[in-house]
């Protein structure tokens, strides 16, 4: 029998996520053609009885336009096509190899991989400048899930006992990763609702003066809106 291997385009699908392998995904039914639906046993049966033609409506039938096809991204340009490298050359490499592979075997699908590492890496590099915590955990949950799909592709081809602890070791740092984030969550909610407390107990202590104060403020802006009234009995905005 003959060995099966994932094409570049099937195996960079897995590893950007857009195919998902289901515990009967094969790598021939990655790359298979299309099968019909259904078998030869269910297909209906034929009668062999003359059908009378029907008289043809002369009526015109309105038919709708076809579809149009998926618009293409716009082409990247050489600086962004190097941005896109540079992220995948320094966070995986080994998709690195996939994209090299897959920019002669299938230009368009290189073209919507680049588009899709492009924006997944400016994602990343946004939030680490806005939330350098997060973006850490971002960036680690993209390189191990990258990873995973790279090593189930492989996976659907020879399964051995080293395979499966590899897998075994990537699934358990994806996992604390998730675990990692929800701490990180857990420790803003605590600071956060620290700082409400503090408020609230600020206020009840305080609640008193803080009367005080605003009835002050009251009176002030109550004071010099009469004043000016007095000045000039028309003058009704307020300041």
């Known amino acids: 029998m003959a060995l099966f291997r994932l094409t570049a385009a099937a195996t960079l699908a897995l590893c950007i996520g857009a195919v998902s392998l289901s515990a009967d995904t094969t790598a021939a039914d990655l790359i298979s053609e299309k099968k019909p639906l259904l078998s030869d046993s ?12 029907k ?5 015109p039938v309105d038919r709708k336009p ?16 190097a941005r896109s490298w540079a992220f995948v050359t320094e966070q995986h490499p080994e998709l690195a190899d996939v994209l090299s592979r897959l920019k002669t075997t299938d230009p368009a699908e290189y073209e919507r991989a680049l588009h899709q590492i492009l924006i997944t890496s400016d994602r990343i590099a946004q939030l680490a400048k806005n939330d350098p915590p997060r973006g850490k955990l971002e960036l680690r949950q993209w390189k191990i899930d990258s990873r995973i799909r790279l090593m189930a592709a492989h996976m659907t081809l020879s399964p051995a006992e080293a395979s499966e602890a590899e897998l075994r070791a990537a699934v358990n740092e994806q996992v604390q990763i998730k675990l990692e984030a929800l701490e990180l969550d857990r420790a803003r909610a605590e600071a956060k609702l620290k700082n409400v407390d503090s ?41």
């Not at 269910?42 to 033609?53: C, E, F, L, N």
């Not at 008289?55 to 009526?59: C, F, H, L, Q, S």
């Not at 010099?224 to 009995?233: L, T």
């Open 42 to 53: 269910q297909q209906p049966a034929i009668d062999p009885k003359p059908v009378d033609p």
């Open 55 to 59: 008289p043809v409506d002369p009526k």
């Open 66 to 81: 076809d579809a149009k096809p998926p618009k293409e991204p716009e082409k990247l340009t050489t600086h962004q096509e």
């Open 199 to 239: 408020s609230i107990a600020k206020l009840k202590s305080g609640k008193d003066q803080e009367v005080e104060t605003r009835l002050i403020e009251l009176h002030a802006e109550i004071a010099k809106a009469n004043s000016r009234a007095a000045r000039d009995p028309m003058d009704t905005t307020p300041k």
